[in-house]
């Protein structure tokens, strides 16, 4: 209801603060700005309409998408007008006994909603699909020759519903990591957002992905369907059944609070993974133990593990686990990237939210994640594909 009282207030306002601010634009351009104003209105309220009145299930892709496209359609545009009306009429406000007002107020609202706006399709139409390939060596003591220059692909975070539409795009990501040659391929998880509607037939897409030593995923904590409003808790233990399946279909060995060993030449490689459910804060874990039981002696331990909070909480300093991999996080969607600095907004939720970290001789990687959550659009925050190749130190 709040968000409907918000859009028909800018809805309604907007145009008035819009022709005043504009009493001295005449012709074409005045006309443009006027049916660009129009066209945007129209595809809001078409989504918002289509949105709240879908008549299927809710972790329908459709559905999903349509979602997406509102919260996008809120951000790049309600948004923008309720600050340009804000700091419009401020200025009105500030002047109204001398019958002026503060034109530069008015100009500084402008420019911050289009700076807004365009930062967000932007973000839409490019940046959420500026896949990227981050390429690093880590150096592990002792190594065993065997597994020297070992290559490590990982993905995550596929939330496959904001794919919809984009089959061809998943297509390209699946070609990128063939040609990358993985020995290993891992994903840590997050399949969908809501329900196991939103694979589809994602399955027959994802399965032409290849590994020498074969894939390996988790399951993480939106795979449980904890997020679908309309799942009872025994919906909940059919959506876990459901994607269990899906994944395996993917091509992907499962791992459920279990390890698998992968063999190479003579050396041997432990593909631990824990399960994860809950919603940040309440983020619930696997059992690392149960997933460990039986594990003998092997030459490299490597854990998936959805949540990167789960390093330090479970794993560094308090087990023998050489090599950690995460996801999650998605840095937040926004941020920025350099060669040399990469900062988000994340950092206050997860201290470990992107890239490498150790802690002695144990390693954590955490993943930006392929897909989007919430709203389509990531800003300077580019999808990624890692490869990592191991060496001896």
Do not use: C
């Not at 920025?336 to 954590?364: A, C, E, I, N, R």
């Amino acid at each position: 209801m709040g968000l409907f009282v918000l859009m028909i207030i800018t809805e309604a306002i907007a145009p008035i603060a819009l022709a005043r601010y504009l009493t001295k634009v005449r012709g074409k351009k005045f006309y443009a700005i006027l049916m660009l104003h129009f066209i945007l209105s129209l595809w809001l309220w078409v989504l918002f309409f289509k949105t709240r009145n879908f008549g299927t299930f809710y972790d329908s892709p459709q559905h999903i998408w349509l979602q997406m496209q509102l919260r996008g359609m809120i951000v790049a545009v309600v948004v923008p007008r309720a600050i340009f009306i804000i700091f419009h009429f401020a200025g009105r406000l500030i002047k109204i006994g001398k019958g002026d007002y503060s034109k530069s107020l008015s100009v500084a609202g402008m420019i911050i909603g289009s700076v807004i706006f365009s930062v967000t399709v932007l973000g839409a139409f490019i940046g959420r699909f500026n896949f990227k390939t981050e390429s690093l060596t880590i150096k592990i003591e002792g190594l065993d020759k065997d597994l020297d220059g070992l290559r490590i692909v990982q993905i995550s975070d596929l939330h496959l519903s904001g794919f919809y539409h984009h089959t061809k795009l998943l297509q390209g990501v699946i070609d990128e990591i063939n040609s990358l040659k993985p020995d290993i391929l891992i994903n840590t998880g997050d399949f969908i957002t809501y329900g196991w509607r939103e694979y589809g037939r994602n399955d027959t897409i994802l399965s032409k992905a290849k590994a020498k030593y074969g894939s390996f995923a988790i399951r993480g904590n939106h795979d449980s369907g904890g997020y679908n409003p309309d799942f009872t808790e025994a919906d909940k233990d059919n959506n876990i059944l459901i994607i269990n399946n899906m994944i395996r279909a993917s091509g992907y060995t499962l791992l459920n609070d279990e390890f698998k060993k992968v063999r190479i030449g003579s050396s041997a490689i432990a593909m631990i993974g824990i399960t994860t459910s809950g919603s940040h804060p309440n983020i619930i874990h696997g059992n690392l133990s149960k997933a460990m039981n039986g594990l003998d002696s092997v030459n490299l331990k490597i854990l998936l593990s959805h949540d990167p909070n789960y390093w330090d909480e479970s794993v560094k300093n308090k087990t023998d686990i050489d090599l950690t991999f995460s996801g999650h996080t998605h840095g937040m969607q926004m941020g920025v990237m350099t060669k040399k600095f990469s900062w988000s907004p994340s950092k206050y939720f997860y201290p470990h939210w992107y890239g490498l970290y150790s802690d002695k001789k144990q390693l954590l990687y955490v993943n930006r994640g392929l897909g989007v959550l919430s709203v389509p659009f990531r800003i300077w925050m580019p999808p990624e594909i890692t490869l990592i190749t191991l060496k001896s130190e």
